[in-house]
């Protein structure tokens, strides 16, 4: 376990597709937050889970986007009818009770078309 | 509501010299403040991080300043290296019991 993974590290859809993101944490880290990233800024907050429970979601997360991480383990973010405004990085990253700082992935890159 | 502000937003050092980046932030609870380095297709890496009970920290080549009164912390990167050029990210939360919030990020050019 080298660290928290992405799967696809990109992925180019048209608009109104649908999308899922795959995100697998440190198998140690019982916290999993997702995060989007557009050019020239800083990471911003959509939503995170304590173990398999969903603690706290971002006002950025419209009810196009559901995450989901079953039995605690890997999560999966889902983009509904997606947007041109939601072309972005998603980042995914992990911690032990939120102490000792994040570790993230590389992200996956979106494009909409 | 931007609850840190970062200063630069980019930055050119020569190198050998010294990199300072300068983050502001608003809530009084915050009380974790770490910074980020983050490559082109990479996600961001944590640097090191400081609690509000010391004024500094040094690790390496990087040091953080930390100003409870003024609520200011920031980077400093001693005999910058061209290996530094990257975005970095100050960020803050409540005792990891929030999600951490990032700034806007300071994109450093370290020269030769």
């Known amino acids: 376990d080298t660290g928290v993974s992405q799967d696809p590290r990109h992925k180019i859809t048209k608009r109104g597709q649908n999308v899922t993101f795959r995100c697998d944490p440190i198998s140690e880290h019982n916290r999993l937050y997702w995060y989007r990233q557009t050019l020239g800024q800083g990471p911003e907050f959509l939503t995170y889970f304590q173990n398999e429970a969903q603690l706290e979601k971002s006002r950025l997360l419209s009810d196009r986007f559901s995450a989901e991480r079953p039995k605690g383990s890997f999560s999966t973010l889902e983009i509904q009818r997606t947007e041109q405004g939601d072309s972005a990085m998603y980042l995914c990253a992990s911690s032990f009770d939120g102490t000792y700082g994040y570790t993230f992935g590389s992200g996956t890159r979106l494009t909409v078309v | 509501q931007q609850q840190v502000k970062q200063s630069p937003q980019s930055l050119i050092v020569q190198k050998g010299g010294i990199s300072i980046i300068n983050c502001a932030y608003e809530n009084t609870a915050f009380d974790y403040f770490p910074w980020y380095q983050q490559f082109p297709g990479k996600g961001p890496a944590l640097l090191i991080a400081i609690r509000p009970d010391v004024s500094e920290k040094k690790e390496g080549r990087f040091t953080i300043s930390f100003n409870k009164s003024a609520k200011q912390f920031s980077l400093h990167i001693m005999d910058s290296q061209p290996g530094d050029s990257a975005t970095y990210f100050c960020?803050?939360?409540?005792?990891?019991?929030?999600?951490?919030?990032f700034g806007k990020g300071t994109r450093l050019s370290v020269i030769a």
């Open positions: 960020a803050a939360d409540f005792s990891g019991n929030t999600p951490l919030v």
